[in-house]
């Protein structure tokens, strides 16, 4: 796609798609082709998988820890609810 379709697609500016493209051009995962007065991107997504696999060991770790603190919320959560309301004695 050219810079102008990929824009109409945000609702930014026509140059805060130009600074995200360079961005995404450095890490190599955009390609641009000059192609007379447009400028055409193309996205090479490959080394994503990298990314992905390096990432994988920290997810599988934090979908555990979130897991361990959901299911000590519903305990507390039961106990709270299984506790019978004591009212409170004024005193004399």
């Given at each position: 796609?050219?810079?102008?379709?990929?824009?109409?697609?945000?609702?930014v500016?026509?140059?805060?798609?130009?600074?995200?493209?360079?961005?995404?051009?450095?890490?190599?995962?955009?390609?641009?082709?000059?192609?007379?007065?447009?400028?055409?991107?193309?996205a090479?997504?490959?080394?994503?998988?990298?990314?992905?696999?390096?990432i994988?060991?920290?997810?599988?770790e934090?979908?555990?820890q979130?897991?361990?603190l959901?299911?000590?919320?519903?305990?507390?959560q039961?106990?709270?609810?299984?506790?019978?309301?004591?009212?409170?004695?004024?005193r004399?």
């Amino acid at each position: 796609m050219n810079l102008n379709a990929i824009a109409e697609n945000f609702s930014v500016s026509r140059p805060a798609i130009s600074q995200h493209i360079k961005v995404l051009t450095e890490c190599g995962l955009v390609i641009i082709r000059q192609q007379g007065r447009e400028r055409y991107c193309e996205a090479k997504l490959g080394q994503l998988g990298q990314v992905a696999s390096w990432i994988e060991p920290y997810r599988k770790e934090w979908e555990h820890q979130f897991s361990a603190l959901d299911h000590l919320l519903d305990q507390l959560q039961s106990k709270s609810k299984s506790k019978p309301k004591t009212k409170k004695r004024k005193r004399p």
